[in-house]
């Protein structure tokens, strides 16, 4: 349970699955403003604490990096580290219209009393054809106006965020099929974190109806809309959580 635990909670598939909005992004119900003005994006790295409640805590860290390569393009990193198994994950990307286009997505779990896992997937604009491996067996599927992958997304979401968007829905290749995402703004809400309290914007994971699994992240739009915690409640009453504790961004105003 730990183990599989620990695959949802930090895998990009469980923070939702981000897309690169070409025409990825369906908006349900807000666009952007005519005056939006055009996003940039900024090198950071931020650490995270992590913990299991379920009756005992287990604790972990992770860390995102993002960081503009010598070639132009971008290479986004997360890497989970804990007693029970390794997580590195990550995507190199072009920045094209404010979108994220993955060129190359790679993930990897290891650990102790477990057995390695790996996702490979490549993405091919030229083609039109996205191919990877999941779970031993390889894949190939056309491509999607916007196609994401599954860490990808995730910068995604708060580059929308930060361009108004409150209502947005991702197509995202994870393990060898799309995924097809949605997430909504609910409310605003400050909140207390190591780096002191800063307002932010709470986001929910919209599930069917019974799902029994609810996700909520909280965005702060002082700090470039940077995640700053997630929590996942399980339909067995479980309950994950993920915590800023420090970060690296040029733009970081000094805590009130």
Known sequence: MP???????????????????????????????ETTSPLSLTPYEASFSASLDKG????????????????????????????IANITESVIFRWQDHCVIPLRYRYHLSGMLIRDRERLI???????????????????LPLRPGSLDPLGYQLQLHQDLRAGLTDVTYQVVDKG????????????EPLQTE???????VVEKVRGEGSGRETLMWFAPQWQHLLVRLTQKEPDGSRYQ???EDMDLSERPTPP
């Open 195 to 201: 780096l002191g309290e800063v307002e932010t914007l």
């Open 56 to 83: 005992v805590a287990i604790d972990g860290g992770a860390t995102r990096t993002l960081r503009q390569l010598d070639s132009g393009l971008w290479h986004y990193d997360f890497r989970v580290s804990s007693f």
């Open 122 to 140: 490549d993405f091919n604009w030229q083609d039109g054809v996205v191919s990877g491996r999941y779970e031993g067996k390889t894949f190939e």
């Open 242 to 244: 993920i915590h800023l």
């Open 177 to 188: 099929r799309y995924d097809e995402d949605r997430f909504q703004v609910i409310r605003q």
């Open 3 to 33: 183990t599989s635990v620990l695959h949802r909670l930090f895998s990009t598939a469980m923070i939702g699955a981000l897309l690169f909005l070409t025409s990825t992004v369906s908006l349900a119900s807000t666009t952007p403003s």
